[in-house]
């Protein structure tokens, strides 16, 4: 079976594309992120004329994330049990289109697309750390009711765990993603019996997953290691191979993010 997870920055916009990649990929489930529309508004029938199914949560033209599946598609959360609410002064918190959970071909696969925290006084910072621990809290909990369960966490994490994750770590001096508590929140999940994955399979430096569309960032591969896979023990042991299909990044329309691919055994 092969699981990826991309940050596809508007489904809509990029509908082509994803459905290209998953015939040319023989992908099995994808997590997807940023599909920034509403559950009305997700095109539903192209997925299913190349035989999907279609898991989706989404409020409006932000966030919203996705798993689409050839391999069932059971058991959807919206949600995990917990997960906190943001809202902007004076307005009342909404738990926000992030978190995505079914069980696909026996595996659990969350679609998750971590807050960004945009800076380290903003209220969404703690919100972030926050969420992280909450999600943490829920991924212990699934083990220890069920050791051998096949979980992954797929997504876009909006942390640069490690220096070389990263262009040039000075120039995220002060600024989220790279701070000491975020990293501390990542590595977390490790503690709690999960294992990433994508740095297991791929350990080399300045492996991109990102690069903004601004200032050629591309072309200078100015980029981020920020969309990761935290597996199981039953889940690592499956999984065989991992990819960056970083040729995703070039062309007109592309997203700014570009899928991780999993290959798992059987």
């Given amino acids: 079976m092969r699981i990826a997870t991309w940050n596809v920055n508007s489904l809509r916009?990029?509908?082509d594309r994803v459905l290209a990649f998953l015939e040319r990929s023989s992908i099995d489930v994808l997590a997807i992120q940023e599909t920034k529309?509403?559950?009305?508004?997700?095109?539903v029938a192209p997925f299913e004329a190349a035989g999907y199914e279609v898991a989706h949560t989404g409020y409006h033209q932000w966030n919203g994330v996705a798993i689409v599946s050839r391999v069932g598609l059971k058991e959807v959360e919206t949600s995990y049990a917990g997960q906190p609410a943001f809202g902007?002064?004076?307005?009342?918190?909404?738990?926000?289109?992030?978190?995505?959970?079914?069980?696909?071909?026996?595996?659990?696969?969350?679609?998750?697309?971590?807050?960004?925290?945009?800076?380290?006084t903003d209220p969404h910072y703690a919100y972030k750390?926050?969420?992280?621990?909450?999600?943490?809290?829920?991924?212990?909990?699934?083990?220890?009711?069920?050791?051998?369960?096949?979980?992954?966490?797929?997504?876009?994490?909006?942390v640069i765990p490690r220096d070389t994750d990263v262009w040039d770590v000075t120039a995220f001096e002060g600024h989220t993603h790279v701070s000491a508590a975020e990293r501390a929140a990542f590595a977390a999940f490790e503690d709690a019996g999960y294992t990433e994955v994508t740095r297991e399979h791929l350990p080399a430096e300045h492996?991109?997953?990102?690069?903004?569309?601004?200032?050629?960032?591309?072309?200078?591969?100015?980029?981020?290691?920020?969309?990761?896979?935290?597996?199981?023990?039953?889940?690592?042991?499956?999984?065989?191979?991992?990819?960056?299909?970083?040729?995703e990044r070039r062309g007109k329309g592309a997203s700014d993010h570009v899928p991780v691919v999993l290959d798992l055994a059987g």
């Fill in 13 to 15: 916009t990029r509908l």
């Fill in 37 to 43: 529309c509403r559950d009305d508004q997700l095109p």
């Fill in 88 to 120: 902007k002064p004076g307005q009342e918190p909404r738990v926000e289109a992030r978190a995505i959970g079914a069980t696909c071909g026996g595996v659990r696969v969350w679609s998750l697309y971590v807050p960004h925290g945009r800076t380290l």
């Fill in 129 to 158: 750390l926050a969420w992280l621990d909450g999600l943490r809290a829920q991924a212990a909990g699934w083990l220890a009711a069920d050791p051998t369960a096949q979980v992954g966490l797929l997504g876009d994490w909006n």
């Fill in 207 to 247: 492996t991109y997953t990102y690069w903004d569309y601004q200032q050629l960032a591309f072309p200078r591969n100015k980029g981020l290691r920020i969309d990761f896979a935290y597996a199981s023990p039953a889940l690592r042991d499956q999984v065989t191979a991992v990819t960056v299909d970083r040729d």
